[in-house]
């Protein structure tokens, strides 16, 4: 068999015009024609309606394909595209193979009949996506009015991520191009498919159950044979059946609760003649599925994993960019490192974008990041035909049968938000009746009969939020999984969120502005400016820039400029969602999820991402590390009484031993008490409570109070802190803060009093440190020092002259 990427010697270019541009696989239109010079880059100030206008034309490209005598004796060949967005017309030597129009799919074209030894043109059309939803004519009482907010009506007509028409958070950039590969496969008389890895578990044994597809034959002498391999390497079986027991399984884990152990299976195809067709698949020998129990509250939302129901700690990913060919291999790596440095052990792939590459699946697997996987359907309304029916159902099949043999795969989602929306959406509601019924057939009859078939082990959701589905009651807080928005669009204070229970919240959130860096990079100075027309296209939320500035004014006092804005913006916004999990997980077995919104930015933009298009880390995205800390402290405070709280989200009882106190802002001790419980495992409990009333009167405005503590014998000291009155009227002092580098290339950062909200940041490189955003708290210093990634050299030699350092005391007028 052969089978090879075709990704050289094609070109580009607007159809009709006669200048042709050399363009790249993976690449798209914009990409292209940005690089070209043709177009400005979208992501600069407000050139992102010029390029909108310019994705109005039509574009042709052409390849060419050499096909060698040896290939061109085979029986069978193959053109595969694995990833063609959107609208296009496919052709080998100007015979049309077929129309395209989803970019979730693969295209498989047969083409031995219109092949040639030697050179072969490949010629790809593609029609303008926007053109398209502008001229679709819905039919006569199934119109459909609604468009989110931010996104361009009628993109539910097309099955393109419809986050490329716009979102509250992105651009309207509906780009086309070629973003998977193209593959140039030649055969004998059938060909190695697809194989479905089941697990069948008993107590101290796992049988792998094994089923293989064989296309384009039925030649009687093909035989399946099957090779696993322990995550060692050592063979375990060598042979044709189809069950294959292993004795005590080595377990894969989610990130936090033990190791991501990896098993091979390989399969082949050996036919007398040919040489043997091979596929292998990662595995991880584990039990993972949504435990749905009934208790005193109602019914629990639970990832159970090998038999341990575990508390999900992550947020909801977007695409990364506008241009998808440049969402890489490295750009999905660091992703899943920014994931497992904010100790996530989940990550929601929301249903408005796409279904990442393979890549970011096999990462997943081996860093231990659960998936809540999305099918691509978000906020909208979908008119069923028979066309569309079709359309969708191979769609996921496609992706199914791409990752469902990958551990980390946690549940299948039908949608986004839709189910919540014929409820309760005034949008919603003028909608025909035969719309609603759409609904239910498309995401409880088609899409989970797809899911049964092809991943019969994964567990299937209809919709999120939702409680199970046929329209029942999708908001109730005591069953399914929740979204919750009082705090942020309806402008409700923090303290909002403890008064909600939900079994799993799969989605909230909490804007803030990315960093000055990323600022600087799509504005000029005259446009630096929270409302000049460019930072204002750069935030696509209506109102939400004054939304930051009415948060900001319940917690800081106005800031000077807007690099400090900024930085009390990401402040904030860490806040907020500390607030929202730290409430959570003290009600650890009631709640069992929190999925913020959101992880990531797919351009740069003022959102609700802990990392920026740039993957830089929010204040959010540091604070994360701290609350979703396996073993994290909170103190809850209700007027001046405070509860001291561990969560212990590890399978092994945590000693804690620490000390309460009650400090003035020049770090006077004005009341202390050592502490030492031991937590259960899996569990959260309050270690100590007191009013602080009296000791407070009169000084509320001059006191902190905190709580050190440490467990295990190597586990370096945290800590967390509370004030009694918003941090914009404590009377702080200039702290004076001097950051100087020991002799072990560590940070080391002084104050002479209370310097709430630390945070430093490298004035020229991106880099990341173990710890930041932070109080200092003490005279003594706080210790910081780079972090390395996998594959990255020895940090530079430290330099505190290149750390810029933001507190709360100078970001405003004294």
């Known amino acids: 068999m052969v089978k090879r990427v075709m990704n050289d010697q094609f070109r580009i270019r607007i159809a009709g015009k006669d200048q042709w541009y050399p363009f790249s696989i993976p690449g798209s239109a914009m990409t292209t024609f940005v690089e070209q010079g043709v177009i400005p880059d979208p992501f600069d100030g407000m050139n992102e309606y010029e390029v909108k206008e310019f994705l109005r034309n039509d574009f042709e490209i052409e390849g060419i394909l050499k096909v060698t005598p040896e290939e061109y004796r085979h029986q069978n060949m193959e053109l595969v595209f694995h990833g063609v967005d959107t609208l296009a017309d496919i052709y080998i030597n100007d015979k049309k193979l077929g129309h395209v129009e989803n970019m979730h799919r693969s295209y498989v074209f047969p083409c031995k009949e219109w092949i040639k030894e030697g050179e072969n043109k490949l010629s790809v059309k593609f029609f303008s996506a926007l053109e398209f939803i502008e001229s679709r004519k819905p039919a006569k009482g199934r119109e459909i009015t609604m468009a989110n907010t931010g996104t361009l009506l009628g993109e539910q007509y097309l099955r393109k991520a419809h986050c490329m028409f716009g979102w509250d958070w992105g651009p309207q950039l509906p780009d086309c191009g070629i973003y998977g590969n193209i593959e140039f496969c030649a055969y004998g008389e059938a060909k190695l498919g697809e194989t479905l890895i089941r697990q069948a578990w008993t107590k101290e044994q796992v049988t792998l159950l094994l089923s293989t597809e064989i296309s384009g034959g039925t030649d009687t002498k093909a035989e399946i044979c099957y090779r696993v391999l322990d995550p060692a390497g050592v063979c375990l079986y060598h042979g044709t059946k189809t069950e294959v027991s292993i004795e005590k399984p080595e377990l894969w884990w989610p990130n936090g609760y033990g190791k991501q152990l990896l098993y091979s299976v390989e399969v082949m195809l050996n036919i007398p003649g040919e040489e043997p067709q091979k596929k292998t698949y990662t595995i991880g020998l ?9 208790d005193q509250w109602g019914k629990e939302f639970a990832f159970l994993v090998n038999g341990v129901k575990i508390f999900a700690r992550g947020a909801d990913y977007i695409p990364d960019d506008c241009f998808y060919p440049k969402i890489t291999h490295e750009v999905l790596k660091r992703d899943v490192e920014a994931a497992v440095y904010a100790n996530f052990n989940s990550l929601r792939v929301w249903g408005g974008g796409y279904y990442p590459s393979d890549d970011f699946y096999e990462l997943c697997d081996k860093y231990g990041i659960i998936l809540w996987q999305d099918f691509m359907y978000a906020c909208n309304v979908y008119d069923l035909d028979d066309a569309f029916i079709e359309n969708i159902v191979e769609e996921a099949k496609d992706n199914l049968i791409r990752f469902r043999n990958h551990p980390c795969l946690g549940l299948i989602c039908g949608n986004n938000e ?37 991943a019969p082990d994964v567990f299937y959701w209809p919709s999120s939020p939702s409680s199970g589905g046929s329209f029942d009651d999708p908001g109730d807080e005591n069953r399914g999984d929740s979204h919750y928005w009082d705090v942020w669009h309806g402008q409700k204070p923090y303290t909002e969120y403890r008064k909600h229970f939900f079994r799993f919240c799969s989605e909230f959130g909490f804007q803030s502005l990315p960093s000055m860096k990323t600022i600087e990079a799509f504005t000029k100075e005259e446009d630096r400016n929270l409302f000049s027309r460019v930072m204002e296209s750069h935030q696509k939320n209506p109102a939400a820039n004054g939304k930051i500035l009415y948060y900001l004014s319940e917690t800081f006092r106005y800031p000077k400029n807007l690099e400090n804005l900024v930085f009390l913006s990401q402040v904030i916004q860490g806040y907020a969602i500390k607030s929202g999990v730290e409430h959570w997980r003290r009600n650890r077995g009631r709640c069992m999820g929190s999925i913020y919104w959101q992880f990531n930015d797919n351009w740069p933009v003022a959102s609700w991402s802990s990392m920026d298009y740039y993957g830089r880390y929010k204040a959010l995205h540091y604070m994360a590390r701290e609350f979703y800390a396996p073993v994290a402290g909170s103190i809850e405070r209700e007027s001046t009484v405070c509860r001291f709280w561990i969560s212990n989200e590890t399978t092994e009882p945590r000693r804690i031993k620490g000390r309460i106190m009650l400090k003035t802002l020049d770090f006077e001790v004005l009341d202390q008490i050592q502490v030492s419980e031991t937590i259960d495992t899996l569990s959260a409990a309050c270690i100590f409570t007191k009013d602080y009333q009296s000791l407070i009167e009169g000084r509320d405005d001059s006191v902190f109070v905190m709580m050190e503590y440490q467990y295990g014998e190597e586990q370096q000291g945290r800590e967390e802190w509370e004030v009694f009155v918003p941090v914009k009227y404590l009377k702080l002092e200039d702290p004076e803060l001097q950051l100087t580098v020991n002799a072990e290339n560590q940070l080391e950062l002084t104050a002479k009093s209370f310097a709430p909200y630390c945070m430093l940041e490298d004035k020229k490189a991106d880099r990341i440190l173990n710890k930041n955003v932070f109080a200092v708290t003490a005279a003594s210093s706080v210790t910081l020092e780079l972090c390395k990634t996998e594959n990255a050299l020895e940090p530079d030699a430290m330099d505190a002259q290149q750390w810029k350092i933001y507190d709360v005391y100078h970001t405003y007028e004294q």
């Open 418 to 454: 839709m189910e919540v929306a014929w409820l309760e959406w005034k949008d919603m509601k003028d909608h025909a009746p035969s719309l609603k019924k759409d609904y239910l057939l498309q995401f409880e009859y088609y899409l989970a009969n797809v899911v049964a078939e092809y």
């Open 286 to 294: 584990r039990r993972l599925t949504v435990s749905q129990e009934e």
